[in-house]
Every structure is written in structure tokens, then in C-alpha cells.
């Protein structure tokens, strides 16, 4: 009876204690869960705009690298990337051509940049895809 008396209050403040951790631990994990939907909130949002800018720049900067009859792989794959019917390998070629033309090239420099920055984009998501 003695010991019941001693153990008792011991095993009252651990449990106590124990359920204080773990309201601790759920309000903690309830915080974070809210800061990730705003943080994909931000993201969705990011993405849209950034969808917006290519759909306006796209046919414009495509149109300034395109060299037809020089170069009419490249012009092809220019067009199938506009299209988004472009697959892996061909976005991957594609970036080849434009990276090797853009060591040569003295104006539309900028073209080529912006059309590669879009192109790994592209090459991203289709990676994803996969």
C-alpha cells in the first residue's frame, strides 16, 4: 500500500507529461501542415504567371532564332516545342543545336536564351512525365 502510494503519483505526472508531449508534438505538425498549403499556393501561383509569360514571349522568341532553309531540323523542332508535341529526345537534341549555335551566333544571343531557359523547362516536365 505504501509503494501504491509513492508509484502513483509518479505514474499520474508521466502520463501527465506524456500527453502534454503530444499535444505539443500534433499542434506543431498542425502549423507546419498549414505553412505547406500556403507554400503551394505560392507555387501554383508562380507557375501560372510563368505559364502566361511563355504563352506571350514564345511565338516571338521562337520566330527571331528560326533560320529556314539554313537550319531546318532545328526550325522543326522550334515549331513541335510551340506545339508541346516535343518528346524527351528531341527536346534534349534541340537544346544541343540552340547551346552549339548560341557560341556562334552574334545577335538574337537573347533569342536563344530565353528559348533555352523554356526549353529546360520543357525538358523538366517531360522528364516528370516519364
Known amino acids: 500500500m505504501e509503494a501504491l502510494k ?4 509518479i505514474v499520474s505526472s508521466l502520463f501527465i507529461f506524456g500527453i502534454g508531449l503530444l499535444l ?28 502566361l509569360f511563355w ?3 514564345e511565338n516571338k522568341v ?12 532545328k526550325d522543326v523542332l ?9 518528346i524527351l529526345e528531341e527536346a534534349v537534341l534541340l537544346k544541343t543545336i540552340l547551346e552549339g549555335e548560341l557560341k ?17 523547362q520543357v525538358i523538366v516536365d517531360l522528364k516528370v512525365r516519364k
Open 6 to 9: 509513492i508509484i502513483l503519483p
Open 24 to 51: 505539443q508534438y500534433f499542434t506543431i505538425i498542425l502549423k507546419i501542415k498549414e505553412e505547406m498549403g500556403g507554400i503551394n499556393v505560392k507555387v501554383s501561383t508562380l507557375e501560372t504567371k510563368m505559364e
Open 55 to 57: 504563352r506571350c514571349m
Open 62 to 73: 521562337v520566330d527571331m532564332i528560326k533560320t529556314f532553309p539554313t537550319n531546318i531540323k
Open 78 to 86: 522550334l515549331d513541335k516545342m510551340l506545339t508541346r508535341d516535343l
Open 104 to 120: 556562334t551566333v552574334e545577335k538574337n544571343a537573347i533569342g536563344y536564351i530565353l528559348v533555352l531557359s523554356r526549353l529546360e
